[in-house]
């Protein structure tokens, strides 16, 4: 039992336990925050297997091109938009100005 | 316990929970993102298998090469399949498929 | 969702029966999975054999590239259908502009005009790279895409420059590309898609710089058009980008 079984073993139990947490976090945009970290994970796991084409490819197309897809699906649908882009609309309830 | 043993059963574990997600979850997002998982799941078990084959530290190319157009491939299809979805609620603001018997 | 009986809740009858055909099926591929044996299989050998003759010196790309091209000459395909039925799905010819309204602050736009260069040379990078270590077309467009991506959100002129002629001869580029070259090569004696080693080198670039193009607008169109904005619509259906 070396150290990097121990990482690895972790690491598998990680993204099963982030799969199980994507597909039953309550809130959906929670959900797509904890699918990018799975991304980022699996782009991990990738390196471990010695496929750092994969791991790249999936850093800035499985987290990022879909993370952001899935980010911007997820505002339009729950009315949620980017938190870091100044919306068109007046600030919402979810703003983080303080009470008026 | 070898490398290979490790993510080949995560990959089986992540294939069925993502499974059951896609039949139990409504939601049409929670199921894109349950058959994007779905198809990580299956790239995972193809590179561990590759890695299992390698030889002189060299892991084999082909499941790898495989793997990489797989991806752009499900992210293509992910895409689309959320702007059939977004598009499907632009249309009716429902986010869930309805089903017209109403069976389920 | 008071009712969880099985009995009377088809809801909870569906979870129950998923969640036993799951174990099921865990069981049956953990099984599968143990029982794949020690022996190890597989290509590495036939491709590490040959790869003096494929023109790129990395074996991933070599098998992406060369030995298994035509894989990924339809996998462009389907990148290039998918960005096509999501266009389709806007009646949009063109990627449409930003909306003005959405103009950055000043600490995104500074770090917009920092990253996304910076972006692009990485992604130029990694397309030169791609030939003898991890990197290659599909990355760099993908890096190059998610810099034209933060471009547009960030309010800048990228991708909505192309006309409608060359926003479709860009999604079409790696396709074409490769039909092209592999045709070229058939009439000259070789058999579709294989290429003669002396010049391998140069037409997997070649090829290799059109499906990076292709890859980044086509995510930046998959990206703008997933977006079913209802005054965009109203636009577009208006007919006439001017």
Same mark, same amino acid.
């Given at each position: 039992?070396?150290?990097?079984?121990? !990482?690895?073993?972790?690491?598998?139990?990680?993204?099963?336990?982030?799969?199980?947490?994507?597909?039953?976090? &309550?809130?959906? !945009?929670?959900?797509?925050?904890? !699918?990018?970290? !799975?991304?980022?994970?699996?782009?991990?796991?990738?390196?471990?297997?010695?496929? &750092?084409?994969?791991?790249?490819?999936?850093?800035?197309?499985?987290?990022?091109?879909?993370?952001?897809?899935?980010?911007?699906?997820?505002?339009?649908?729950?009315?949620?938009?980017?938190?870091?882009?100044?919306?068109?609309? &007046?600030?919402?309830?979810?703003?983080?100005?303080?009470? &008026? | 316990?070898?490398?290979?043993?490790?993510?080949?059963?995560?990959?089986?574990?992540?294939?069925?929970?993502?499974?059951?997600?896609?039949?139990?979850?409504?939601?049409?997002?929670?199921?894109?993102?349950?058959?994007?998982?779905?198809?990580?799941?299956?790239?995972?078990?193809?590179?561990?298998?590759?890695?299992?084959?390698?030889?002189?530290?060299?892991?084999?190319?082909?499941?790898?090469?495989?793997?990489?157009?797989?991806?752009?491939?499900?992210?293509?299809?992910?895409?689309?399949?959320?702007?059939?979805?977004?598009?499907?609620?632009?249309?009716?603001?429902?986010?869930?498929?309805?089903?017209?018997?109403?069976?389920? | 969702?008071?009712?969880?009986?099985?009995?009377?809740?088809?809801?909870?009858?569906?979870?129950?029966?998923?969640?036993? @055909?799951?174990?099921?099926?865990?069981?049956?591929?953990?099984?599968?999975?143990?029982?794949?044996?020690?022996?190890?299989?597989?290509?590495?050998?036939?491709?590490?054999?040959?790869?003096?003759?494929?023109?790129?010196?990395?074996?991933?790309?070599?098998?992406?590239?060369? @030995?298994?091209?035509?894989?990924?000459?339809?996998?462009?395909?389907?990148?290039?259908?998918?960005? /096509?039925?999501?266009?389709?799905?806007?009646?949009?010819?063109?990627?449409?502009?930003?909306?003005?309204?959405? $103009?950055?602050?000043?600490?995104?736009?500074?770090?917009?005009?920092?990253?996304?260069?910076?972006?692009?040379?990485?992604?130029?990078?990694?397309? /030169?790279?791609?030939?003898?270590?991890?990197?290659?077309?599909?990355?760099?467009?993908? #890096?190059?895409?998610?810099?034209? #991506?933060?471009?547009?959100?960030?309010?800048?002129?990228?991708?909505?420059?192309?006309?409608?002629? /060359?926003?479709?001869?860009?999604?079409?580029?790696? @396709?074409?590309?490769?039909?092209?070259?592999?045709?070229?090569?058939?009439?000259?004696?070789?058999?579709?898609?294989?290429?003669?080693?002396?010049?391998?080198?140069?037409?997997?670039?070649?090829?290799?710089?059109?499906?990076? /193009?292709?890859?980044?607008? $086509?995510?930046?169109?998959?990206?703008?058009?997933?977006?079913?904005?209802?005054?965009?619509?109203?636009?577009?259906?208006?007919?006439?980008?001017?």
């Amino acid at each position: 039992m070396t150290f990097e079984m121990i !990482f690895d073993g972790i690491l598998a139990i990680t993204l099963v336990w982030l799969c199980w947490r994507v597909l039953s976090a &309550p809130d959906l !945009f929670k959900a797509v925050v904890l !699918f990018i970290t !799975f991304g980022l994970l699996m782009a991990l796991a990738w390196v471990r297997l010695q496929a &750092p084409d994969i791991a790249l490819a999936e850093a800035s197309i499985g987290a990022g091109l879909t993370g952001a897809l899935m980010l911007d699906a997820v505002g339009q649908i729950t009315g949620r938009r980017f938190p870091y882009i100044r919306s068109d609309q &007046p600030a919402g309830e979810e703003g983080d100005h303080g009470q &008026p | 316990m070898s490398l290979f043993l490790i993510y080949a059963l995560a990959a089986t574990g992540l294939f069925v929970i993502c499974l059951h997600g896609l039949i139990t979850r409504a939601h049409l997002l929670r199921k894109i993102l349950a058959l994007n998982m779905m198809g990580s799941s299956v790239f995972l078990l193809l590179i561990a298998i590759a890695w299992r084959n390698r030889i002189d530290g060299v892991a084999d190319p082909v499941p790898q090469a495989m793997v990489l157009t797989g991806i752009v491939v499900a992210v293509s299809a992910t895409a689309f399949a959320l702007a059939l979805a977004r598009r499907y609620h632009a249309e009716t603001g429902e986010t869930e498929l309805s089903d017209e018997d109403g069976s389920t | 969702m008071g009712n969880r009986d099985p009995l009377t809740d088809p809801g909870m009858l569906v979870r129950i029966l998923s969640s036993v @055909f799951s174990v099921a099926l865990l069981a049956v591929l953990a099984f599968a999975v143990l029982d794949l044996g020690d022996e190890p299989t597989g290509l590495t050998s036939n491709v590490m054999e040959r790869i003096d003759e494929s023109g790129v010196a990395h074996p991933p790309t070599a098998v992406l590239l060369n @030995f298994r091209a035509y894989d990924t000459w339809l996998e462009v395909a389907v990148l290039l259908l998918a960005a /096509w039925g999501a266009l389709a799905l806007r009646q949009a010819t063109r990627l449409p502009e930003q909306p003005a309204a959405r $103009s950055p602050g000043p600490v995104l736009d500074w770090l917009v005009r920092i990253l996304a260069p910076l972006a692009i040379v990485t992604g130029v990078y990694l397309l /030169w790279r791609g030939t003898d270590a991890p990197g290659g077309a599909f990355q760099a467009g993908a #890096v190059i895409g998610a810099a034209l #991506v933060l471009l547009r959100l960030s309010g800048y002129r990228s991708v909505g420059l192309l006309s409608a002629f /060359w926003l479709r001869g860009s999604l079409l580029a790696g @396709f074409a590309g490769f039909l092209v070259v592999a045709t070229a090569l058939f009439l000259a004696g070789w058999s579709f898609l294989e290429y003669p080693p002396e010049r391998a080198g140069l037409l997997i670039v070649i090829v290799e710089l059109l499906i990076t /193009w292709t890859v980044a607008v $086509s995510f930046v169109a998959l990206f703008v058009a997933a977006r079913p904005d209802p005054d965009d619509l109203g636009e577009e259906s208006g007919g006439g980008h001017v």
